[in-house]
C-alpha cells in the first residue's frame, strides 16, 4: 500500500535515522512530566520529546520519502507514533490516500495524546467535511475507543460550524462506549457547540440520550469557559442529573 508514490515514481532512500533522532531529542524531566498526563501508557515507551520537536521533524520527514519511512517506521515509543501521525497529516497527498494511511493508523492509537495530535496534525481535511463525514461516522460505530474518540475530536477540530450542528449532536448522541476517554470527548465536543451556538444547542441539552456521566461532564465543562455568563452558568448547574 505504501511503497511507492501516487505518481509511480520509485521512491528515495531515507536520509534521517528517525529512532536516533528522537533519541537526541529526548529530555528526562519533560519525559518523567509527560509519562504523568497520560497514566494508561508504559513510562518506558515515552522518551520525553516535546511536540514543537516532533513537528518540526515531520515537517522534515514529509518532505523526503515519507512512504517508505511510514511502512518501514518502527513502533516501540509513544514519540514514534505520534511522529506518524503528524507525517501522515503534513506530507503532500490527495484526499483519498489519506484517508487510506488514517485508516492504517487509527489501529496504533493507544491513548488520548497521539489520538488528539494525529486530530490536529489533519488540518488538509478540513477542505473536505462534506467528502470526510461518512468516514466520521463509521468511527462513531466502531468498537475501538481510540478511533470512537477520532472522531468526536475530529468534529472539535474541524465540524465546529452552524451548518454541522445537528448532524454532529446527533452522531454525539449515538456514542455508546464505557472508556473514560471516549465519554470525555464526547463531552468536550458537546460544551464547545454550546458555548459556540447556547441557543441551538440547549434544546439538545433538554432533551439527549446520554449517559449521566457524559452528559454532566458536558454541563461541567460548560461551566467552566468564560465566555460563559455567571447566571447562565448557574442555570447549567441546575440542570445537572441526580446520579
Known amino acids: 500500500m505504501i511503497t511507492e508514490g501516487t505518481d509511480g515514481k520509485k521512491e528515495g532512500q531515507m536520509k534521517i535515522d528517525v529512532r536516533e533522532e528522537l533519541l537526541c531529542l529526548a529530555e528526562p524531566e519533560y519525559q518523567k512530566f509527560n509519562s504523568r498526563l497520560i497514566p494508561n501508557i508504559n513510562p518506558e515507551t515515552m522518551l520525553g520529546v516535546r511536540l514543537p520537536a516532533l513537528r518540526k521533524l515531520a515537517r522534515e520527514l514529509s518532505k523526503e520519502d515519507w512512504r517508505t519511512y511510514l511502512e518501514t517506521a518502527q513502533n516501540k515509543y509513544y514519540e514514534e507514533a505520534m511522529l506518524q501521525g503528524m507525517v501522515i497529516g503534513c506530507a503532500k497527498m490527495e484526499f483519498e490516500e489519506r484517508?487510506?494511511?488514517?485508516?492504517?493508523?487509527l489501529p496504533k492509537?493507544?491513548?488520548?495524546?497521539?489520538?488528539?495530535?494525529?486530530?490536529?496534525?489533519?488540518?488538509?481535511?478540513?477542505?473536505?467535511?462534506?467528502?470526510?463525514?461518512?468516514?466520521?461516522?463509521?468511527?462513531?460505530?466502531?468498537?475501538?475507543?481510540?478511533?470512537?474518540?477520532?472522531?468526536?475530536?475530529?468534529?472539535?477540530?474541524?465540524?465546529?460550524?452552524?451548518?454541522?450542528?445537528?448532524?454532529?449532536?446527533?452522531?454525539?448522541?449515538?456514542v455508546r462506549h464505557d472508556d473514560y476517554y471516549v465519554k470525555m470527548a464526547v463531552a468536550w465536543t458537546i460544551s464547545i457547540y454550546y458555548v459556540r451556538f447556547p441557543k441551538q444547542v440547549m434544546p439538545y441539552l433538554l432533551e439527549n440520550s446520554l449517559d449521566d456521566f457524559t452528559y454532566n461532564k458536558a454541563l461541567q465543562k460548560i461551566t467552566e469557559s468564560r465566555r460563559i455568563g455567571k447566571e447562565e452558568k448557574e442555570r447549567i448547574r441546575q440542570m445537572k442529573r441526580k446520579v
Not at 484517508?99 to 493508523?105: A, E, G, M, N, T
Not at 463525514?133 to 468498537?143: L, M, S, V
Open 99 to 105: 484517508i487510506s494511511y488514517i485508516r492504517w493508523f
Open 109 to 174: 492509537i493507544d491513548n488520548w495524546a497521539v489520538c488528539d495530535s494525529f486530530c490536529s496534525s489533519l488540518k488538509a481535511m478540513s477542505r473536505y467535511t462534506e467528502e470526510m463525514w461518512p468516514f466520521i461516522q463509521e468511527c462513531r460505530a466502531g468498537n475501538s475507543a481510540y478511533v470512537i474518540r477520532f472522531g468526536a475530536v475530529m468534529l472539535l477540530d474541524y465540524y465546529m460550524d452552524e451548518a454541522w450542528i445537528n448532524e454532529a449532536l446527533k452522531l454525539l448522541d449515538g
